[in-house]
């Protein structure tokens, strides 16, 4: 079988990893990947949001399976384009997308639907959105509507700080189009719970749960990042907390999307925050979170391709999707500087035993492998308790090396705080 798998980060690496090990796969390609994923996939320099690039692709090679893993091209429609060639297609169409492509759609649906989320209000206006802030509590939320490469969301602590927000997202329009809408939210205060669910529209299996670490330097403060690093599962989400979440969150979620004609088929990724008024929504994602899929596919037992392949086929019913109860610890080491500016080319050294490195932004020079990102790559361990994991994973650490390296040295901390 001829799979394809479109994106090129940690994520992805981790998805190629986990799919290579169905023996019924006989080419694996990732478009573009990055020179940390040769050994596992064959990359193609094509860019994940070059729509036509990866259908002419898929055509002239005759795909099988084509996983579409980013945000980008699934709200771009990368599905309902490969679909329209006869691709089958792991990932929602265009049409369901939107419920992370546009954070008013999201919060509309939540609140026509009952679903438990933040207060909020939607501004199209900056002047109203500004005089709204004259009186609104404090602090508050400022979400730009659309994309927004992960940044578009604002805690603002002071009237000033959200006001400058809207001015920055609406008239300075930083981040584009996205920002032609805002929305301006309620600040929750609780853990965090990321939740990446299976689903076909008829049937929704949430995975095991897990918990990000999105701020750059430890104790959780400094800039937001796309992440450095997450743990599985998060000890904050407890049994009867799932089951709440299932009957007050994932299922309705599921259920309104087929009620808007926008069937969700893929994977749904909750961002859930524990609130003293029980769990509540933060974002929707439409694919599988970076890191979280470093920490949740290791502790897949199933096959991932075949529960892939059941949901394109809508008989996700059918599939077996069972976790290990092992807990897993992904350390993201990152180059020195970012989410700022940072400096990249330096030569990485790995271990012998590369299985759970998700190498996330690197290039190829020969035989070297070079930084080549923000995020360069991250370490996972696996092991029967979290202390262990942490502790694994931190070994790992020790053993990559390249130039201004850097890491947060406290991952996992919060969670095994609160398993006492
Ligand atoms: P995002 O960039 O969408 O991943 O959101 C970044 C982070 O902002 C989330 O992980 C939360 O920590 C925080 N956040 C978003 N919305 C709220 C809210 N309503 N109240 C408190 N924190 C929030
Ligand atoms: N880890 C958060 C995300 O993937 O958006």
């Known amino acids: 079988m001829k799979i394809m798998v479109v994106g090129g980060g940690g994520r992805e690496h981790a998805i190629v990893k986990k799919i290579k090990e169905n023996p019924a796969v006989t080419e694996l390609y990732v478009l573009p ?33 084509a996983v579409v893993a980013p945000d980008d091209p699934l709200v771009l429609g990368a599905v309902d384009a490969l679909e ?15 419920l992370e492509g546009s954070k008013v759609f999201s919060k509309n649906l939540m609140k026509k639907y009952h679903i438990p989320t933040a ?22 939320v400022i979400k730009a509507d659309g994309l927004a490469l992960g940044k578009g969301v604002i805690i603002a602590e002071t009237r000033e700080q959200a006001k400058d927000a809207v001015k920055t997202i609406m008239q300075d329009k930083v981040f584009g189009a996205s920002g032609d809408h805002i929305v301006v939210e309620e600040f929750l205060t609780g853990p965090e719970v990321s939740v990446l669910a299976f689903t076909d529209g008829k049937t929704m299996i949430p995975m095991i749960s897990s918990m990000d670490h999105k701020r750059a330097l430890d104790g959780d403060q400094g800039l937001n990042t796309g992440g450095m690093g997450t743990v599985a599962p998060n000890p904050y ?9 299932m009957e007050k969150i994932f299922l309705p979620t599921m259920e309104a999307m087929n009620q808007e004609g926008r069937t969700f088929k893929g994977c749904l990724y909750f961002g859930l925050m524990l609130t003293a ?18 920490v949740v596919l290791p502790l897949l037992e199933s096959d991932l391709l075949t529960i892939m392949q059941h949901i394109a086929k809508g ?10 109860n092992k807990a897993a610890c992904c350390v993201i080491m990152a180059s020195k500087g970012y989410p700022g500016k940072y400096e990249t080319g330096y030569e990485i050294t790995l271990p012998a035993e590369k299985s759970r490195i998700f190498v ?5 020079d020969g035989e070297k492998l070079l930084t080549g990102g923000g995020r360069v ?12 994991a942490i502790q694994k994973a931190y070994q790992t650490v020790e053993q990559v090396s390249f130039a201004n390296a850097y890491y947060r040295k406290d991952i996992g901390q919060k969670a095994l705080a609160a398993e006492v």
């Open 33 to 65: 990947g990055n020179g940390g994923m040769t050994e596992d996939a064959i990359c193609v320099n094509i860019g994940a949001k070059d729509i036509e690039g990866i259908t002419a692709f898929a055509k002239e090679k005759q795909i099988d399976f």
């Open 84 to 98: 329209a060639i006869g691709v089958p297609c792991f990932g929602p169409n265009k049409n369901a997308a939107i």
């Open 119 to 140: 207060q909020y209000e939607v501004f199209d206006d900056p002047e109203a959105a500004l005089q709204y802030l004259e009186n609104a509590p404090i602090p508050t």
């Open 237 to 245: 989400y407890t049994e009867a907390i799932a089951a709440e979440c």
């Open 277 to 294: 008024d029980g769990p509540k929504v933060i974002e929707y994602n439409c694919r599988f979170g970076d890191p979280e899929t470093q």
């Open 315 to 324: 008989t996700l019913a059918d599939a077996e999707v069972k976790f290990s």
């Open 360 to 364: 996330a932004g690197a290039k190829r």
């Open 377 to 388: 790559l991250g370490v996972t361990e696996v092991a029967d308790t979290l202390e262990e």
